[in-house]
């Protein structure tokens, strides 16, 4: 279960990853219930085809388990040349568009560093690690 | 301050990256102290003069905060085409030989996933997170 979407304006360009964790379950949650990064992922989708003009090609992928798993929905955002995050406590009904609309914001930067002040306060309160751009010249 | 090493054997092969944190504090510690993460990187510089013969060219470089913050030492290992690990509560002490030896174990297999039973404890313990092969062919 993959979506993407690619405004006219940005084919071509490198797109923001974002990956979503489709393992972990909230606590005492039902064994049946839906996953929350099930949910999560169909928000995504939602938002992402109600945003056609973001400028940046958005790709969202499920991924198994990122380790996190006491804090659901965890995701995980990357792009070339950028510093990767790690984010917990994301609510699939109310961070899905707000996701959306900061991956822009973290793509627009050079490094991945999008001012602190800039955050969204889930994104601030949520992260859970960040890792050096992985392209970074090794000695 | 950046250490590396590489045995004659592995010259040319792909290096695995060693990223420690070295902006995290432990609680409680004065404020001149040593940063647990300065004493890691030194304990690794020792351990990895001890470990020629490993085979493998491990990169141990320093780094600006993973934002774990709260389970120093935090260290995040990387290799192309591998799963990108974090993790915390890794003591300077105890530690470094030990994950120089898990970085061997790590890039020795095609996808940075080491069997669990075959994890050292303070690796099984310590994840904060995991990230997918960021070369991963995305869609």
């Known amino acids: 279960m993959t979506f993407t979407i690619e405004s006219p304006a940005s084919a071509g360009s490198e797109p923001v990853r974002l990956m979503v964790c489709t393992t972990c379950r909230a606590a005492g949650a039902d064994a049946d219930a839906p996953r929350p990064g099930a949910q999560l992922l169909a928000a995504l989708g939602e938002a992402l085809a109600a945003n056609t003009d ?3 090609r958005v790709v969202v992928e499920p ?3 990122l380790s996190v798993c006491k804090r659901p929905c965890t995701v995980s955002i990357t792009a070339p040349g950028r510093w ?5 406590d994301v609510d699939a009904a109310a961070h899905a568009g707000p ?7 973290y793509v627009a930067t050079a490094d ?8 969204p306060e889930f994104i601030r309160k949520g992260v859970v690690a960040r890792i050096p751009p992985l392209g970074r010249a090794a000695p």
Request: aromatic share 16%; glycine share 12%; hydrophobic share 45%.
């Open 63 to 65: 991924v198994e388990c």
């Open 54 to 56: 973001a400028g940046v």
């Open 112 to 119: 991945g560093l999008v001012p602190w002040r800039e955050r």
């Open 99 to 105: 996701l959306i609309a900061f991956a822009t914001q």
């Open 84 to 88: 990767t995050y790690v984010y917990g």
